[in-house]
């Protein structure tokens, strides 16, 4: 069983930067796809950037240009680096590891909120 658990986040105002991290209990990045959900009440959660194994890297549309994901294999994290944030990047941001069609692990999630 692998645990993921998040850290980082907090309050910023619009145009600020934040980065959330996510720590793994295993040797699990650099093996799987790793990813960054968002979620909203009341809206469906939304994939915000993935990493490969490879390093190979994909972002939504809404983050592109401004949101970065990175790797740490030293220190067994994943980062997602946050800049010109916005009011609607608010949510709570989950890490997520799909090993398998029947096994997915995910992060307790990490509150972001930009407002002035």
């Known amino acids: 069983q692998v645990q993921l658990v998040e850290s980082g986040g907090g309050w910023v105002q619009p145009g600020g930067s934040l980065s959330v991290s996510c720590a793994a209990s295993?040797?699990?990045?650099?093996?799987?796809?790793t990813n960054w959900y968002r979620q909203v009440p009341a809206k469906q959660r939304e994939l915000v950037a993935t990493i490969t194994p490879s390093g190979r890297t994909n972002y939504a549309d809404s983050v592109k240009g401004r949101f970065t994901i990175s790797r740490d294999d030293a220190k067994n994290t994943v980062s997602l680096q946050m800049n010109s944030l916005k009011p609607e990047d608010t949510a709570v941001y989950h890490c997520?590891?799909?090993?398998?069609?029947?096994?997915?692990?995910w992060g307790q999630g990490t509150q972001v909120t930009v407002s002035s």
């Open positions: 295993g040797n699990i990045f650099n093996l799987y796809n």
């Open positions: 997520n590891v799909r090993v398998s069609a029947t096994t997915s692990y």
